[in-house]
């Protein structure tokens, strides 16, 4: 199975009173990077958060969104301090008796003096609250996951299409490499009765002119590798998993191997053949900067 690093999964949970909406979208990147944007109040739950994320991913910049909703009220709580209250109603009071005015303290007038009643945010529910959140957490993750995945088998049927080509031209460079030499060979023998006429051509000259010219032109081993790499790549893709920094570093040979062909041979159907294969290798190290 292969994955995409690009991708995007959402999922809302409601459960009394309580509401998690969580949202996921990731792009490709060389490491595991989240940024994570959710309310203060859920702060203490980031490792967590980042923890269960590695489950469904190894690679990919993922920024998540998590916004969460309360009933009214639920989240708020009311405190009669009532100490402060008496405290209070005992200076008032003493104040009557002071000033020799009617005790006439009302109820509304003392709770209306500062701190009798304070408003104070209830205590968090971690637990409960986490199991709610995982619950939305890992629904966002799973879609996603299979987002990651459908986006993973079109670039694998993608690259093995573009692999079956690859072969097509390294197959062809196989068949032609020997010729060249076989036509270098004669075009010089030709060459040299035109210029010397009736006179014999030292045999063992013109083979060693073949000879240097061979060996300045072979590519059997650039041919070589790159039937296996090739094959290796192949073999990566059908297997799956996180194989994108394999595969780059497959792309990156093949690129050299391509090099080294282009720089060496002096024939044109090669030389063309070599450009396109060049061509495509760039193709195939573009979509696996997309690969988990």
């Known amino acids: 199975m292969i994955k995409s690093m690009t991708?995007?999964?959402?999922?809302?949970?409601?459960?009394?009173?309580?509401?998690?909406?969580?949202?996921?979208?990731?792009?490709?990147?060389?490491?595991?990077?989240?940024?994570?944007?959710?309310?203060?109040?859920?702060?203490?739950?980031?490792?967590?958060?980042?923890?269960?994320?590695?489950?469904?991913?190894?690679?990919?910049?993922?920024?998540?969104?998590?916004s969460y909703e309360e009933e009214a009220g639920e989240d708020i709580c009311i405190r009669y301090n009532r100490d402060i209250a008496a405290k209070y109603l005992e200076y008032l009071r003493q104040m009557a008796v002071d000033f020799k005015m009617a005790d006439n303290v009302d109820l509304l007038a003392l709770s209306r003096f500062p701190e009798v009643f304070s408003m104070e945010e209830a205590q968090i529910d971690e637990q409960g609250l986490w199991k709610l959140l995982e619950k939305a957490l890992r629904g966002a993750a799973q879609g996603l996951s299979d987002s990651r995945i459908r986006e993973g088998e079109q670039l694998k049927a993608d690259l093995d299409g573009k692999l079956e080509e690859m072969a097509g031209h390294v197959a062809f460079l196989e068949e032609r490499s020997p010729q060249i030499v076989a036509e270098y060979r004669r075009k010089i023998n030709e060459r040299m009765r035109e210029i010397l006429g009736?006179?014999?051509?030292?045999?063992?000259?013109?083979?060693?002119?073949?000879?240097?010219?061979?060996?300045k032109v072979c590519v059997d081993e650039e041919i070589v590798r790159l039937t296996s790499h090739v094959a290796a790549m192949r073999h990566a893709l059908k297997e799956g998993g996180s194989i994108g920094r394999k595969l780059d570093f497959l792309a990156q040979e093949m690129n050299r191997e391509a090099n080294t062909i282009l720089s060496k041979t002096t024939d044109l159907a090669i030389s063309e053949r070599g450009i396109e294969l060049k061509t495509l290798i760039e193709k195939v190290r573009e979509q696996i900067q997309n690969i988990e």
């Open 7 to 66: 991708g995007f999964g959402s999922c809302e949970i409601s459960e009394a009173g309580r509401k998690f909406t969580v949202e996921m979208k990731s792009v490709n990147h060389r490491y595991l990077d989240v940024n994570l944007k959710m309310p203060k109040r859920l702060n203490f739950f980031e490792a967590a958060i980042r923890s269960l994320l590695k489950e469904y991913m190894q690679r990919g910049k993922v920024d998540i969104f998590i």
């Open 198 to 215: 009736d006179i014999r051509v030292d045999e063992g000259r013109l083979l060693t002119e073949v000879a240097i010219f061979a060996d």
